[in-house]
């Protein structure tokens, strides 16, 4: 078998994202299924971990994704040399987002003596790239992110097996029961990444209380490092999980839920994974025709044409926070009702290309 390394060095949900392109890289190109080995940043390991098709995971922190960025050390970078060279890797799939450039990655595949790499580059490649896609020609930008990683890995030559539809997937989901109760629930995430794609912490609360108004039960879930967050929307009636699961077990319990309520982070895509509805709490400082939850039922609320759109900003930059504020919990309420109940989402489809 031979050996392809696919290279996402982002986080969680960047990672899950790149589940369809990993399974089509394993599947092979008619030669035989590959050992794909899967490259990511520290916050990715996890995510990478429950990937289909993935025979080993190597994390490593790159000097220009992680923030904060590590030092670019000769030691730092001759760890990722001596992985490579040790796990005789001979070609490189590198998978990265339209602001990212795949050249510095390849260099040092490069040079660690991968023989063939895939990229998609606005920039000239010389040598380091042996199949490169130019964006904007000869794919479009606007699309799915998990569309995108696809089509760099049919570059190199690889695609779905025939019966794969190339939704997002996770493999050997716990049963988390033993948290969650029997009893159908709304999951409630209310945590984000960075502070500009979040809903207020009140917001939430008041959400989760007309849910359970309206007769659903509702488990609120968290990291360990937001545990303060979660015991604050997780209103009398609301069981916290709050640092209280793993993002395998997470999975477990996105997977039990009826619905999930998020923001754009790394839990929306996992509960794309498991197959849960998503009202996504989404803000438009990146597009959600390429970020939105990929090919579930979904409600996307937020106003996508608010004037943070497209900055990319960590951190709002606009007084009030706009965009999710002005999103009602009676319209969470709402959304959660029509996902539960079947109603079609049409109008979210609409916002995603349109947005």
Known sequence: MSRVLVARLDSAGDVLLAGPAVRAVTAG?????????????????????????????????????????PPATQDH??????????????????????????????????????GHITGASVDYAGSLLDRRLRPGEDFP????????????AAAAGYRLPGGDDGRLQVRNIPDTSFL??????????????????AWPPLHHAAA????????????????????????????????DL???TDLRSLAGVLSGASAVVTGNTGPAH?????????????????????????KVPLELLGDQHAPCLLSRARICPVPGHPCLS??????????????????????ARRKTRNA
């Open 180 to 197: 969650t109760g029997d009893e159908p629930y709304i999951a409630v995430h209310p945590g984000a990444a960075v502070p500009s794609r």
């Open 326 to 347: 002005t999103v009602a919990p009676e319209e969470v309420l709402a959304a959660v009702q029509r996902l539960t109940r079947g109603v079609t989402y049409l109008s």
């Open 270 to 294: 996992l509960a794309a994974a498991v197959g849960t509805p998503v009202v996504s709490l989404f803000a438009p400082v990146v597009p959600a025709i390429r970020w939105a939850p990929y």
């Open 77 to 114: 970078v001759a760890a990722l040399a001596d992985w490579v060279r040790k796990t005789r890797i001979s070609e490189a799939i590198i998978l990265t987002s339209f602001h990212q450039s795949p050249l510095p990655l390849a260099l040092l595949l490069r040079l660690a003596g991968v």
């Open 141 to 152: 930008e606007d699309q799915p992110e998990a569309e995108r990683a696809l089509g760099i």
């Open 29 to 69: 190109n008619g030669g035989g299924p590959n050992d794909v080995m899967v490259l990511c940043g520290p916050q990715g390991k996890a995510a990478a971990e429950l990937l289909p098709g993935v025979a080993e995971v190597f994390s490593w922190a790159s000097p220009w994704i992680v923030d904060p960025a």
């Open 208 to 239: 989760v209380e007309l849910l359970i108004g309206a007769g659903y039960r509702v488990v609120v879930t968290g990291g360990p490092q937001e545990q303060e967050l979660t015991a604050t929307v997780a209103v009398p009636g609301a069981l």
């Open 242 to 244: 709050g640092g209280r």
